[in-house]
């Protein structure tokens, strides 16, 4: 209605103009260079601490006012060490990443069947939804334990992948210092992002009272987390800890389940796309694995992936040139001392490091747009490259990215990948399907995570002889 929209012109002025009010404009730089990645990130961390973002917008700390952090969101301190350490030591730990292999392997079979059922029933399989499925039960089991049923992952699923879309609209609460009245202006969005978030907590809340004082092997993050002591913020308090709240832990949960799934999924999702649209390079890979494994086993067990050095360079090929993550974020502090061309960097600047333009730098690499996963086999320019520096070394491409703030699940990751790409390659040929199901490679670029566009979709053969679809039973 008329009355409708002049309430709606007004309203979207009158926030222009509040928002200039009470968001001074920060400066910002925008960081396309390695050596200026490297610079600030690496060397400039060394001589501050430069490893805060901004504001995060994240719905858990909105919603709560920053009382609740997370490992992403929480400025860098204490608290942030301490969920930190517990993520890596008692979850992430490379010496203990072997505790999760029944879970990979049971989300590896499961996909295999999703796509030799969809394959049995259809043309092109949808491959980017299965595999963003799959990566999601294992993280799931890997959070909350092993048995879950199907019906709650999917739920699950749903319910992350609407409040990740509820980012964009988050932004708006970020850093506003009125959030009384940005939550008026914006009602209808704070609405929705606290629905969205009162639905976590009901699923989430039954699952994590169910695993206290449980002990099991392997031990689900969530169980580490319920046992988690952090420092208690209050002054004076310097030595006294306490448990996370139930709020804390859902926003943890979440946290695990989105940074666990998405940017894995998505690089897991690009390596399979340029494997379709690149025949020849699929024939390579699907060679190196069939010399490596017994043409009767049941699968690309983890302990033979180190030896398939051409499927790892052509996932790092996929990494550099498809980073999933697209941007790192820091932002100055008044204790960092961060020099850029000189000049001292003055606090409340935001650094953006864009990864996509930094893989592409034509001073580290040659051709930098032309998909060559030859760079990264050994005795090549590539084999010396750091894919990110936490302390010192040259940077040639930064996709987990860099400094103490780096991603902590770099191991694990790789290994998911790795695992299941091997797989696919060896169960399916892939084909590129034709008109729109063909293979897209551009990028929906959203404010966090990078996907296809278009999802993944091929025609796909069965890869090996007497492999059947569940009618019988698959090998895997
Ligand atoms: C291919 C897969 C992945 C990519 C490309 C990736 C990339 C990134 C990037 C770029 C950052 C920001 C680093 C910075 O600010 O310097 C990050 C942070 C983080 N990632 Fe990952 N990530 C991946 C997988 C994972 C997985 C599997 C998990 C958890 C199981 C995870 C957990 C985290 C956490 C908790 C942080 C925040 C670290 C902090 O603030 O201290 N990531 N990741």
Redesign the pocket.
């Known amino acids: 209605s008329p009355i409708k929209a002049t309430l709606g012109s007004v309203k979207s002025v009158l926030a222009s103009v509040l928002s200039a009010v009470w968001k001074p404009q920060q400066p910002i730089i925008l960081v396309t260079d390695l050596a200026t990645a490297h610079r600030l990130l690496v060397r400039g961390a060394g001589s501050g601490y430069f490893s805060n973002?901004p504001p995060s917008i994240s719905p858990s700390a909105i919603l709560s006012r920053r009382r609740y952090q997370n490992?992403?969101s929480a400025p860098y301190g204490q608290h942030?060490r301490a969920m930190?350490h517990n993520?890596t030591s008692e979850i992430?730990h490379p010496a203990r990443l072997h505790r999760y292999a029944a879970a990979r392997r049971r989300a590896v079979r499961g996909l295999v069947h999703d796509l030799s059922e969809q394959r049995r029933l259809s043309g092109a399989v949808q491959a980017g939804k299965s595999i963003h499925y799959a990566m999601f039960s294992l993280?799931a089991a890997m959070c909350f334990g092993d048995g879950l049923d199907r019906g709650r992952v999917r739920a699950m699923a749903d319910e992350q992948r609407d409040l990740g879309k509820s980012l964009d609209a988050a932004l708006v609460f970020a850093d506003a210092k009125f959030l009384a009245v940005t939550r008026l202006i914006y009602r209808k969005q704070w609405k929705k992002l606290a629905a969205l978030r009162q639905k976590q907590e009901e699923t989430f809340l039954p699952l994590i009272d169910s695993r206290r004082g449980q002990s099991s092997e392997p031990p689900a993050y969530v169980d580490t987390l319920v046992d988690l002591e952090v420092p208690e913020e209050c002054p004076g308090a310097s030595s006294a800890r306490r448990r996370l709240s139930d709020g804390e832990l859902v926003g943890m949960c979440s946290?695990?389940l989105g940074?666990?799934t998405e940017?894995?999924a998505s690089?897991l999702q690009w390596t399979m796309a340029n494997l379709v649209k690149r025949p020849h390079l699929q024939e390579a890979v699907r060679r190196e694995i069939d010399a490596v494994v017994a043409a009767d086993a049941e699968e690309v067990s983890e302990d033979v992936l180190g030896k398939l050095e051409y499927l790892n360079a052509v996932i790092m090929e996929a990494?550099r040139l498809h980073?999933?993550?697209s941007w790192?974020?820091r932002q100055v502090m008044e204790e960092d001392h961060v020099v850029h061309n000189g000049h001292r960097v003055p606090a409340g600047t935001r650094v953006f490091f864009q990864?996509g333009a930094l893989a592409r730098d034509s001073a580290a690499w040659d051709d930098p747009d032309e998909f060559k996963p030859e760079r990264f086999l050994a005795g090549s320019k590539g084999e010396q490259l750091v894919l990110a520096a936490a302390g010192g070394g040259d940077i040639k491409m930064m996709?987990?990215?860099?400094?103490r703030?780096?991603?902590?699940?770099r191991d694990?990751?790789m290994l998911?990948?790795r695992y299941f790409a091997a797989n696919l390659v060896r169960e399916f040929h892939w084909r590129e399907a034709e008109g729109d199901l063909a293979v897209d490679l551009e990028p929906q670029a959203e404010l966090i995570f990078s996907a296809m566009k278009h999802p993944l979709r091929a025609h796909l053969d069965l890869g090996r002889p007497g492999v059947k679809t569940t009618q019988g039973t698959h090998r895997l």
């Open positions: 973002r490992i992403t942030w930190r993520l992430l993280v946290e695990f940074t666990g940017s894995t690089a990494l980073p999933p993550t790192v974020f990864l996709p987990f990215g860099g400094g703030r780096m991603c902590p699940a694990i990751a998911h990948i």
